[in-house]
């Protein structure tokens, strides 16, 4: 599976973004989808997990409320939609894809887009 991520860019405190991640590849629908950012300096960190059905959803605590993943199958496209951003939101973003599934461990997943970076002005 080969991810390719986008939608990054430069966003006012408040404003919205939506990532996209497009995989290749026929199993995508097999997989579970995550997205984790890094910022400067800092660790890897999750922030949203969807099931290969798409049916369950999981968010970081800092995120819940503000941020909706979601996913076509039919597109092999997973998305993320950021609402009401922070400052500290600023990160590059990874789209990851996990074969075994429920993890939010950086570390068990198997496939990894490039990253898309998302800048939030104060």
């Known amino acids: 599976v080969q991810l390719q991520a986008c939608g990054g860019g430069l966003v006012q405190a408040g404003g919205s973004l939506r990532l996209s991640c497009a995989a290749s590849?026929?199993?995508?629908?097999?997989?579970?989808m995550g997205w984790f950012r890094q910022a400067p300096g800092k660790e890897r960190e999750f922030v949203a997990r969807?099931?290969?059905?798409?049916?369950?959803?999981y968010y970081a605590s800092s995120v819940k409320g503000r941020f909706t993943i979601s996913r076509d199958n039919a597109k092999n496209t997973v998305y993320l939609r950021m609402n009401d951003l922070k400052p500290e939101d600023t990160a590059v973003y990874y789209c990851?894809?996990?074969?075994?599934?429920?993890?939010?461990?950086?570390?068990?997943?198997?496939?990894w887009g490039q990253g898309t970076l998302v800048t939030v002005s104060s």
């Open positions: 969807i099931s290969w059905s798409g049916s369950n959803t």
């Open positions: 990851a894809a996990d074969w075994e599934g429920g993890s939010h461990n950086p570390y068990e997943y198997d496939y």
């Open positions: 590849g026929p199993t995508f629908s097999n997989y579970d």
